[in-house]
Antibody
Framework: EVQLLESGGGLVQPGGSLRLSCAAS????????MSWVRQAPGKGLEWVSA????????DYADSVKGRFSISRDNSKNTLYLQMNSLRAEDTAVYYC??????????????WGQGTLVTVSS | QSALTQPASVSGSPGQSITISCTGT?????????VSWYQQHPGKAPKLMIY???NRPSGVSNRFSGSKSGNTASLTISGLQAEDEADYYC???????????FGGGTKLTVL
């Protein structure tokens, strides 16, 4: 059974940093691209970042480019999102999502339960 | 404003069929068949319902179907059931500066 378990969310002040983790199990982690998708309270889904299965190719939404960094440790079956220079508009539930292919195509067949990030003073 | 355009809400009675549209551009829906649909119940994670425009993942009811014509993708739900009441999002791979774009979401109400 595929499982994705996010952690690391919480309350952070504007300008602060946070690192999210996503522990994966039930599939060959290195064979699939992974993404982070967020959802602000009461709003729709917004894709944030993607990373290929090998970790060699990354993509970012314009809204987070230069501030967020995605990475993975295939030996630990874990995906990360380092978030720096956080802003109030980054407040959202962050979901870890598994792509259907080794190269990111943006079609997510499994999602974690999400972790809430709140940016506020 | 979302890159893909969906109606804010649709409704239907049990047993009826409804269709949700998702309008994009040549950079996304028109140019690629990586169009997906997700169902999201309140407080829950999204669930993949359709991928590659019209394919259903294993375990998804055949009451759900997808299609695409020109710049518009569509999700049709036949034989509406109370459990279908949820938010639905379309998404597409895109050649723009962002890899994936979502629609703004459509709230389905089963009357």
């Amino acid at each position: 059974e595929v499982q994705l378990l996010e952690s690391g969310g919480g309350l952070v002040q504007p300008g602060g940093s946070l690192r999210l983790s996503c522990a994966a199990s039930g599939f060959t982690f290195s064979s699939y691209a992974m993404s982070w998708v967020r959802q602000a309270p009461g709003k729709g889904l917004e894709w944030v970042s993607a990373l290929s299965g090998s970790g060699g190719s990354t993509d970012y939404a314009d809204s987070v480019k230069g501030r967020f960094s995605i990475s993975r440790d295939n030996s630990k079956n874990t995906l990360y999102l380092q978030m720096n220079s956080l802003r109030a508009e980054d407040t959202a539930v962050y979901y870890c999502a598994k792509d259907q292919e080794v190269a990111a195509a943006g079609q997510f067949d499994y999602w974690g339960q999400g972790t809430l990030v709140t940016v506020s003073s | 404003q979302s890159a893909l355009t969906q109606p804010a809400s649709v409704s239907g009675s049990p047993g009826q069929s409804i269709t949700i549209s998702c309008t994009g551009t040549s950079s996304d829906v028109v140019g690629y068949n990586y169009v997906s649909w997700y169902q999201q119940h309140p407080g829950k994670a999204p669930k993949l319902m359709i991928y590659d425009v019209s394919n259903r993942p294993s375990g998804v009811s055949n009451r759900f179907s997808g299609s695409k014509s020109g710049n518009t993708a569509s999700l049709t739900i036949s034989g509406l059931q109370a459990e279908d009441e949820a938010d639905y999002y379309c998404s597409s791979y895109t050649s723009s500066s962002t890899l994936v774009v979502f629609g703004g979401g459509t709230k389905l109400t089963v009357l």
